[in-house]
């Protein structure tokens, strides 16, 4: 597959990310039909779980890692007609529908993206034949083998990725993994706090959400357009704009914050709370602005990020 060159210079930010999502879309159906075709033919047992992972990929999402990529690699002057960016970006997706897959497995949730999750998918085929054993124990180990395969989908294509953009995706595969033990340890102890304190103060290693979502795929896009010298730049944007996002992601309870951010709102929150949480969001991206003020950007790009920090944080 090769891009149709599209020039930076005469396109819109968001027609021209627009066309590469495209892009992104259509390598990652690729990617994902192509192994179903090995599958059949080399190992047609296996297909049944090719085919449900293909479908969660396929079943559309918000594709945020994708869009960040793609932002942070136009922002920072990268090639639109270039190829790696898009093997970059299918492996940030797969990489995220593994930790969802796990969470949906781990929280016992039944739908995603309005279809069974993966473990019931599994575990009614379990049923379905009459196996023996355990239906959700095979559910569960079904949809982490489920999980490992789009991960090894994801290394397969960052192991092609040029140096320092594969050393980015090095880092955010040990501290993805780390930031989900620390999540999964401080909710089974009662120690989660569903407000964001900590992310007001910035972000600290092993937090599981946003935070990989935003500084690993701009650091990625920087790489990948060779500019690592806005890793820096990046850092200072990105660390604000998770904040924001974190806030966001509470008042609205979303996210990680449904059952027990539902809990501390009704009990502890009254419109006086909520009007102060709006303004800390509105502090946290002036500060993701000024960040961006020195930075050499264009001004279309630079906007362009103060507009993706502005819809990651609007209220849904």
């Known amino acids: 597959m090769t891009p149709q060159p599209m020039s930076p210079e005469t396109v819109l930010p968001e027609v021209l990310r627009a066309g590469m999502a495209a892009l992104v879309e259509e390598r990652m159906r690729g990617v994902l039909h192509a192994e179903q075709a090995r599958c059949q033919a080399t190992d047609p047992g296996a297909v049944g779980m090719m085919e449900g992972l293909a479908d969660l990929v396929t079943a559309g999402g918000e594709r945020i890692r994708p869009t960040v990529l793609l932002t942070g690699y136009l922002a920072a002057g990268g090639d639109p007609a270039a190829e790696p960016v898009l093997d970059a970006a299918v492996a940030l997706e797969l990489l995220d529908t593994c930790y969802l897959i796990r969470r949906d497995a781990r929280e016992n949730s039944l739908l995603r993206h309005g279809a069974p999750t993966l473990h019931v998918r599994h575990s009614a085929e379990h049923e379905r034949n009459g196996?023996?054993?355990?239906?959700?124990?095979?559910?569960?180990?079904?949809?982490?083998?489920?999980?490992?395969?789009?991960?090894?989908?994801?290394?397969?294509?960052a192991a092609n990725l040029p140096d320092a953009a594969r050393q980015v995706w090095y880092d955010l595969r040990i501290g993805r993994l780390g930031g989900s033990y620390v999540d999964s340890t401080l909710s089974s102890s009662y120690l989660e706090d569903p407000w964001p304190a900590d992310c007001l103060t910035g972000c600290a290693r092993g937090c599981g959400s946003g935070w990989y979502a935003l500084l690993h795929p701009l650091l990625m896009g920087a790489a990948l357009a060779g500019r690592g010298d806005l890793a820096v730049v990046y850092q200072d944007y990105a660390r604000p704009v998770h904040a924001a996002w974190r806030v966001r992601g509470f008042l609205s309870g979303g996210g990680d914050h449904d059952w027990y951010g539902d809990l501390l709102r009704g009990a502890l929150f009254d419109a006086e709370d909520r009007?102060?949480?709006?303004?800390?969001?509105?502090?946290?991206?002036?500060?993701?602005?000024?960040?961006?003020?020195?930075?050499?950007?264009?001004?279309?790009?630079?906007?362009?990020?103060?507009?993706?920090?502005?819809?990651?944080?609007s209220p849904p």
């Open 275 to 313: 009007d102060r949480a709006e303004r800390t969001i509105v502090h946290l991206l002036d500060r993701s602005r000024r960040a961006l003020a020195a930075a050499p950007f264009s001004t279309v790009w630079n906007a362009e990020l103060i507009g993706l920090a502005a819809r990651l944080t």
């Open 131 to 157: 196996w023996g054993g355990d239906a959700r124990c095979f559910g569960v180990g079904m949809a982490s083998l489920s999980g490992d395969l789009a991960t090894a989908l994801a290394d397969r294509l």
